[in-house]
C-alpha cells in the first residue's frame, strides 16, 4: 500500500516565524488533504489539494504529484497555529485515507 | 448541515462490555469510515462503507463490528471491549461529487477501557 512519511516530527517556532512542513507518498494519489489537530483533538481540514497550489490566508500547500510530495507553508505563526498537522492521501478509494504520522508544532509567544 | 456527527462524545467501559459508537452524516456521501487515533499517532483505519450495505475491512478491523443500513448512519460496535481498544475514534464520510474522495471528519469519541 501508499507509504506516506511526514518531516520533521516536531517543529518549535516563535510567534511570528515562518515553517515548511513536508509530505512525501510512495504511490501516485489523487486525493490529498492537510488536516490540523488542534490541542482539544479536532480534525480541521485545511486543504484538499491532489495537484497544484492552494492559499488560504497564512496557509498555502503545494503538491506536485509527478515527483510525490507535498509542502505545507505557514507564514506568520501564531500560538493557535499549535497542534499536530496531518497529511493523508489515497488513490480512487473512497472512505480510505492513508494517514501520516504528523508533525507536531508548538509556537511560543 | 450538521455534517458529521458522532455520540457520545466520551465513554468509559469495562474489560468485557460491548457498546455502540454512533456516526450520522447530512451530506447524502456515498463513502464513510472509522478510524482510530491512539497517542502519538496518526489515524488508522477501521472499517469503512462505500455505500448502503456494503462495508469492508480497514488495517485494523479485529474486535469491531460494523454494517450501513442507510446512507446516513454508520454505527461501531466494540463486540467486547479490551484495554487495546482504549482510543479516540473518527468518523468520516465523503463523495466522489465535487472534489472526489475528500473526507470529513466528527468531533470524535474518546473511549477509555479498564
Known amino acids: 500500500g501508499i507509504q506516506v512519511e511526514q518531516s520533521p516530527p516536531d517543529l518549535i517556532l516563535q510567534e511570528g516565524a515562518n515553517s515548511t512542513l513536508r509530505c512525501n507518498f510512495s504511490?501516485?494519489?489523487?486525493?490529498l488533504q492537510w488536516f490540523h489537530q488542534n490541542p482539544w483533538g479536532q480534525l480541521i481540514n485545511l486543504f484538499y489539494i491532489p495537484s497544484g497550489t492552494k492559499q488560504n490566508g497564512r496557509l498555502s500547500a503545494t503538491t506536485v504529484a509527478t515527483e510525490r510530495y507535498s509542502l505545507l507553508y505557514i507564514s506568520s505563526s501564531q500560538t493557535t497555529d499549535s497542534g499536530v498537522y496531518f497529511c493523508?492521501?489515497?488513490?480512487?478509494?473512497?472512505?480510505?485515507?492513508?494517514f501520516g504520522q504528523g508533525t507536531e508544532l508548538s509556537v511560543k509567544p | 448541515n450538521a455534517g458529521v456527527t458522532q455520540t457520545p462524545k466520551f465513554q468509559v467501559l469495562k474489560t468485557g462490555q460491548s457498546m455502540t459508537l454512533q456516526c450520522a452524516q447530512d451530506m447524502n456521501h456515498e463513502y464513510m469510515s472509522w478510524y482510530r487515533q491512539d497517542p502519538g499517532m496518526g489515524l488508522r483505519l477501521i472499517h469503512y462503507?462505500?455505500?448502503?450495505?456494503?462495508?469492508d475491512q480497514g488495517e485494523v478491523p479485529n474486535g469491531y463490528n460494523v454494517s450501513r443500513s442507510t446512507t446516513e448512519d454508520f454505527p461501531l460496535r466494540l463486540l467486547s471491549a479490551a484495554p487495546s481498544q482504549t482510543s479516540v475514534y473518527f468518523c468520516?464520510?465523503?463523495?466522489?461529487?465535487?472534489?472526489?474522495?475528500?473526507?470529513?471528519f466528527g468531533p470524535g469519541t474518546r473511549l477509555t477501557v479498564t
Open positions: 462503507s462505500v455505500g448502503a450495505g456494503i462495508t
Open positions: 504511490d501516485s494519489v489523487n486525493n
Open positions: 493523508a492521501v489515497s488513490y480512487n478509494q473512497g472512505g480510505k485515507l492513508i
Open positions: 468520516a464520510s465523503s463523495t466522489q461529487r465535487g472534489t472526489p474522495y475528500e473526507q470529513y
